[in-house]
């Protein structure tokens, strides 16, 4: 059963504390993406990567990290740096990047307290 | 520079009525567009993509979308709305054909389906 994996499903952490989202593939995909997503203002790009131990900065980078270091996973580190993290977070994967068609897990909702 | 413009942010119609919800694009090069579908509280699923072949292009659960390179639109229709088709909808564009060219997602549309 091949797919894409978020876990949690919920999220809820302290101000102040990092918080680390899960993201898991295995269409074994090349390229994987988080987004991060608030009431009418759509999907912003946070990182991206098209290739094992290689990441790119997305719009809205400061705040969060990222690690590439298997194919299948891409977890997305939420820092105490992030101004205003609480938000739908989604995770997507695509075959080789560019215009190819986007899978996306069923995301994370983090809530800061 | 690419953009793209949902151009309303709700749309409302009954149930067994036609959908229009209107996107467009602004690109240098021969863009790649989507329309993605999102549930509450559930991921994207793509409904159509559209790579420079025909024009108009046919997705899943009856929707479709034509290009017109001329108006620099992807509008997306469906001619007879069911409750289910209720979520939020996204336009899409990628610039060019290569791995490093960024996409752009529209701000969405909220489709209402009043029974």
């Known amino acids: 059963d091949g797919g894409i994996t978020q876990s949690p499903k919920y999220l809820f952490r302290k101000e102040g504390q990092n918080v680390t989202l899960s993201c898991e593939q295995n269409?074994?995909?090349?390229?994987m993406y988080w987004y991060r997503q608030d009431p009418g203002q759509g999907l912003r790009l946070i990182y991206y990567?098209?290739?094992?131990?290689?990441?790119q900065k997305g719009d809205i980078a400061e705040g969060y990290s990222v690690s590439r270091e298997k194919k299948e996973s891409f977890p997305l580190t939420v820092t105490s740096a992030q101004k205003n993290p609480t938000a739908f977070y989604l995770c997507?994967?695509?075959?080789?990047?560019?215009?190819?068609?986007?899978?996306f897990g069923p995301g994370t909702r983090l809530t800061v307290l | 520079a690419q953009s793209v413009t949902q151009l309303d942010s709700h749309v409302s119609v009954s149930e067994g009525t036609p959908v229009l919800l209107r996107c467009n694009y602004s690109?240098?090069?021969?863009?790649?567009l989507f329309w993605y579908v999102q549930h509450p509280n559930k991921g994207l699923q793509l409904l159509l993509k559209?790579?420079?072949?025909?024009?108009l292009v046919k997705g899943i659960n009856g929707f479709e979308a034509e290009f017109k390179k001329s108006e620099t639109s992807f509008h997306l229709t469906k001619p007879s709305a069911h409750m289910s088709d209720a979520a939020e909808y996204f336009c899409?564009?990628?610039?060019?054909?290569?791995?490093?060219?960024?996409?752009?997602f529209g701000k969405g549309t909220r489709l209402h389906i009043l029974p």
């Open positions: 990567s098209q290739i094992v131990n290689d990441f």
């Open positions: 559209y790579t420079s072949a025909a024009t």
């Open positions: 997507a994967s695509s075959i080789t990047g560019g215009p190819d068609t986007q899978y």
């Open positions: 690109s240098s090069y021969s863009p790649s």
């Open positions: 269409l074994n995909h090349d390229a």
């Open positions: 899409v564009v990628s610039e060019g054909g290569n791995r490093d060219d960024k996409i752009i």
